[in-house]
């Protein structure tokens, strides 16, 4: 592997872009330059002091992971910005930062063993290495507070529902509290203010946060490594379990059947559950019936996309928050030309605020308007997999209940691969998870319509034409 600088940063670069939306990569990793690597510290040029800080606070674990992929598990990061001069014929001068979570870039080991008074050592990943009593690292973002989290109509039954399972948890009939709602209207910030807020109120409470994906990485590792009982005890030692993105065990028989019993032993020790979903539990596919059943047991709450005066009170609250000032009439652009998910919005206020850093223009509604158009048309519309079925099967003039069907007829395995295949490119869902949801199949099948389609696309005509147009409705 080359040391060369360029190289690094270049091989980093790759991997970041599949990780972030694109208008993010072009904002925040376009316009960084690498200087140097030298004993595994790479230096990288920022354009300003607030871009290095919002490097530091939105992509530090990215860049970790990337950078001790290429560099090693000593990798560090050091910020170099190119502070403007007054005087317009003086040269640019440069300070340097060292990353504030270099201890990130360090430390962090994954499966450290550890020894809970006289118990045998359990391998966890969220362990605090060198830590006698068992501590647990909730995994919580300090931001994602109750306070942070703007009240609305259409929030209001989970936030109250959160907080009420946060004044007691395990002791409230919300048990457990499922949080459902679309992409980007703050199911993980929620799930995380309970945990904030318990851990405020109970400190010696055993609080985790963790997302479906990465406990089934867990998990997996735990059963390669013979480590599966372990794995369980771990979990079943948790006081307060917020499991977000539960969606994503579709199909993934296994890790259901494990999250059960640590579900059922939890649930029977009156320990608190949180779940957080991109649908109801009765919307789930390719979950167990008995786990469905149990996700019901509690408060199904949803959060619903915030109306006008919510998403301005949010724009206001992050622009106080981060000592900013914008005009109402911008706010108020802002607010009413970005609508569905909150993401976005917070994303269109830090775009607008670091182009007008870089390019030293006052935040005007022209500027806005020229962002928010620049938005909207590279930021694709996230979909979901019952969409793009429904297209697909629209388009064949057939209904949407065929791709279910356990038949071999080929015009249904034709749009039922063309269904993963879109779900597979258009939607972040992995290969189990599509798999389950269209056709109950595995994530071979899903894998090998994903072939068949590219190959398909470049030797029949024909089929290269459906391919086409109904990417053009997806794309409507
Ligand atoms: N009511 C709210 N008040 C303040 N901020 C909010 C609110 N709702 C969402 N946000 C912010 O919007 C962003 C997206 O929220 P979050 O990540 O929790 O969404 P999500 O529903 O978990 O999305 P996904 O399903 O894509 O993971 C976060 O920065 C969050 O703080």
């Known amino acids: 592997m080359s040391n060369n ?101 360090q430390n962090k ?16 990943p969220f362990i605090i290495p060198g830590i006698q009593k ?39 009939a919300f048990n457990p509290l499922m949080i459902y709602g679309a992409s980007g209207l703050g199911k993980t910030h929620l799930g995380q203010a309970i945990g904030i807020e318990v851990k405020e109120r109970f400190p010696d409470k055993i609080v985790l946060y963790v997302n479906a994906n990465k406990f089934q990485t867990q998990f997996t590792e ?126 269109a206020l830090v775009s607008l605020l670091a182009q007008s850093t870089l390019n030293r223009k006052e935040v005007t509604i022209e500027l806005a308007s020229e962002m928010v158009n620049k938005l909207v048309k590279s930021s694709k519309r996230e979909l979901s997999i019952d969409y793009i079925s429904k297209v697909v099967c629209d388009y064949f003039n057939m209904p949407v209940d065929t791709l279910q069907a356990r038949t071999r007829k080929r015009e249904i395995v034709q749009a039922r691969q063309l269904a993963m295949y879109f779900s597979k490119s258009l939607t972040k869902s992995s290969l189990a998870s599509i798999g389950a949801q269209i056709g109950k199949k595995d994530h071979a099948t899903v894998l090998h319509a994903c072939k068949t389609v590219n190959n398909l696309k470049d030797t029949d005509k024909n089929f290269r034409v459906f391919v086409d147009e109904i990417e053009k409705k997806l794309n409507m």
Not at 149 to 164: H, K, P, Q, W
Not at 230 to 254: C, N, P, S, T
Request: aromatic share 10%; glycine share 6%.
């Open 5 to 105: 600088h360029l190289g690094v940063w270049n091989r980093c670069l790759s991997v970041i872009k599949d990780n972030v939306p694109a208008i993010s990569f072009k904002t925040w990793f376009e316009p960084i330059v690498p200087i140097k690597i030298n004993n595994q510290v790479l230096t990288i040029q920022v354009p300003s002091p607030f871009f290095y800080e919002y490097l530091e606070e939105q992509y530090i674990d990215l860049l970790r992971k990337t950078l001790r992929k290429e560099v090693g598990n000593d990798a560090k990061l050091e910020y170099v910005v190119v502070m403007g001069n007054n005087q317009s014929d003086a040269q640019p001068y440069t300070v340097k930062y060292p990353t504030t979570n270099n201890s990130k870039l």
């Open 222 to 347: 735990a059963v390669r490594n013979n480590n599966r009982n372990d794995f369980l005890h771990f979990y079943q030692m948790i006081d307060v379990l917020i499991l977000d993105d539960v969606q994503e065990f579709a199909g993934k028989e296994k890790t259901q059947e494990t999250f059960f019993h640590i579900f059922n032993h939890l649930h029977q020790s009156g320990k608190q559950l949180i779940l957080t979903s991109d649908k109801p539990p009765i919307e789930l596919k390719g979950m167990e019936q008995r786990l469905l059943s149990r996700f019901k047991w509690g408060l199904t709450a949803d959060l619903q996309v915030p109306d006008f005066e919510t998403r301005m009170e949010i724009l206001k609250r992050k622009t106080y928050k981060d000592g900013i000032e914008i005009s109402e009439e911008v706010l108020e652009y802002v607010a009413s030309h970005i609508g569905n998910n909150v993401r976005e919005l917070e994303g």
């Open 109 to 124: 080991p994954l499966n450290v063993p550890l020894k809970t008074e006289g118990k045998p050592s359990i391998k966890n």
């Open 134 to 172: 068992l501590q647990v690292d909730p995994q919580l973002k300090a931001d994602n507070t109750f306070e942070n989290f703007v009240e609305g109509e259409c929030n209001r039954l989970a936030r109250s529902a959160g907080f009420a399972v946060a004044q007691n948890p395990g002791g409230t």
